[in-house]
């Protein structure tokens, strides 16, 4: 590393999941591995780390991890000296020593606001926005993960698709190590990620009567253990390795998996029920039909933000496979009823529109790249 290499803070406050911090951590190592920036992250709650990268020390105050600088963001905040270009993500609210010695910098870093990704069209209108600080002499511009051009577009590793092939080519060992038999072409494999209110239950009732015997891999290393709660009987408890077969599903449970292995997973369904932020881009590269539980907000605040989504991911799909992408969307999202059979009928018209999202979105520049080329036109 030497003296021009561009240092690049990013601030990451957990709310609570891994979404936050999944993102910060991909972003901040894809700087480092393919831009060979100076990187360090900062992060409230290092132990959130650790369920994604498992070598992560959460009793650290700092750590290197796949060249990144980890340190732990304390409320009492070191005085160091701020880096080129500061990211805070989500919003979260800088140190106050920290914005101070912003202003004490010979030439003030470049700072951005990155936010959370949204198909809405306001996101164009709002996507690099200069903001004044109100009292010190900064300025933090507004950047927005996005699906059109005026946006940030999406975060990506560079060869991301081409990795998804390789793996794809010859994925045994890994379906050895998480105990999934061989490939089988008569039953669906499906991935489950979601949170607690969504109709879980609801859902596996129905795989248990599906025509298509349904194979569902579900981490849940990220609870303690998992309740299947079947009506009139006593609720079943899964443990990360345990295995529960009814009617034509059969469920794994499985260990929360590092970020590289979740992608695999991914990579490896033939359907991704995925949530929040990052799994839900991730499952996009996998290129193989998904199903979002978006994260709930107070009076249904996220319910445009799901129908922006649904209006852009089913524009090339044809009637009446349309219709049943949005239903199964909104009974999976508590708008209305589950209906699995009528969703699954419609595979093949998923497949391409999956496969063809992937690649259209591949063919865009990667979120990482346009905050650079945005940065390194303002220092
Ligand atoms: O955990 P999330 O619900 O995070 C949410 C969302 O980002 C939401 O928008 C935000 O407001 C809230 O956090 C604060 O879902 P998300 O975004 O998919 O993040 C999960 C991360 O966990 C992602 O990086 C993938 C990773 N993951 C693994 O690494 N291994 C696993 O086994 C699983 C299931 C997930």
Redesign the pocket.
Known sequence: MNQTTPRWDIFCAV??????I??CW?LARQLVAEHGFAVRLWVDDVSRMQ??HPEIDASLESQIACGVEVRRWVPDFPEVEPADVVIEA?GCVLPMTYEHAMTRCARPPVWINLE?LSAESWVEMCHALPSPHPVLNLTKYFFFPGFTEGTGHLLRESGLLEQRETFRASSGNFRDVLGIPPPNPDELLISL?C?DTAPVDALLTQWEQSEIPVRCLL?I??RSSFHLQREGEQPIHLQPGSIHQHGNLTLHALP????E??DK?LWLCDLNF???????V?AMWAGKPLVWQI?PQEDDAHRPKLDAFLDLYTLTIPEPALTAMRAFHLGWNNFNALSWKDFIRHRKAFESNAAGWADYYYAQSDLASKLVIFCGNKV
């Open positions: 709310i609570d999941n891994y979404g936050d999944g993102v991909r369920p994604l989500f959370y990620f949170y981490p290393g990220h929360f998996l590092r970020q292995d979740y997973l995925v949530r929040g932020e990052d799994s839900f991730r994260y």
